[in-house]
Nanobody, 126 residues
Framework: QVPLVESGGGLVQAGGSLRLSCAAS????????LGWFRQAPGKEREFVAA????????SYTESVKGRFTISRDNAKNTVYLQMNSLKPDDTAVYYC???????????????????WGQGTQVTVSS
């Protein structure tokens, strides 16, 4: 069973917005850092944004600062990524991920995350 399931991807014109959701199933991630990563064709998976389980601390890659917002709803066991002012360079498969509970690992490090979703495609047309 995949513990994380993304939704909300799709095709949007440049300048538009999308809101990605990632729902956890089978276990709670209320005490885990949650992150979003993306992988464009022919490129490595890269960090986009993350939020810690304590203090509401967030982190963003430079290219999305001011455009993307990560948030979480622990009651719904869900993490969101609001993406505004989308650009063609944002086109990728977006993955959500979760760290093990109560860990304070590097938010931007792929190896910090133990649980992954299957991804949702985001395509931004010019």
């Amino acid at each position: 069973q995949v513990p994380l399931v993304e939704s909300g991807g799709g095709l949007v014109q440049a300048g538009g917005s999308l809101r990605l959701s990632c729902a956890a199933s089978g276990r709670t991630f209320s005490s885990s850092a949650l992150g979003w990563f993306r992988q464009a064709p022919g490129k490595e998976r890269e960090f986009v944004a993350a939020i810690r389980w304590i203090g509401g601390i967030t982190s963003y890659t430079e290219s999305v600062k001011g455009r993307f917002t990560i948030s979480r709803d622990n009651a719904k066991n869900t993490v969101y990524l609001q993406m505004n002012s989308l650009k063609p360079d944002d086109t990728a498969v977006y993955y959500c991920a979760a760290q093990a509970p109560f860990m304070l690992r590097d938010l931007a490090g792929i190896r910090s995350y133990e649980y992954w979703g299957q991804g949702t495609q985001v395509t931004v047309s010019s």
